[in-house]
């Protein structure tokens, strides 16, 4: 039986690589119902998001300018859902 394996996506954009970095560390999750990224607001995978972008940022990028994606990205993600109903 021939079995095919789907390829992974290629990460076209910085902000796309951190976002997939920070996600693959635990960093952040998608809202499953809208879509929306959280913040997951745990130290140890922020830690090993930054440590991912130190020791293997893109191809042609510095690991400092990696860092600085990944703090972006990290700071332009609340840690609700815009689109969830808040709970009182």
Request: aromatic residues 4%.
């Amino acid at each position: 039986m021939l079995m095919t394996r789907e390829r992974p996506r290629a990460i076209r954009t910085l902000r796309g690589w951190a976002v997939h970095v920070l996600h693959e560390a635990g960093a952040i999750r998608e809202c499953e119902e809208h879509g929306w990224m959280q913040d997951r607001a745990d130290p140890h995978a922020r830690e090993r998001a930054f440590d991912i972008a130190r020791r293997a940022p893109p191809v042609g990028v510095s690991p400092k300018t990696a860092i600085d994606q990944v703090r972006d990205v990290l700071d332009s993600i609340g840690d609700t859902c815009p689109e969830c109903p808040v709970l009182d």
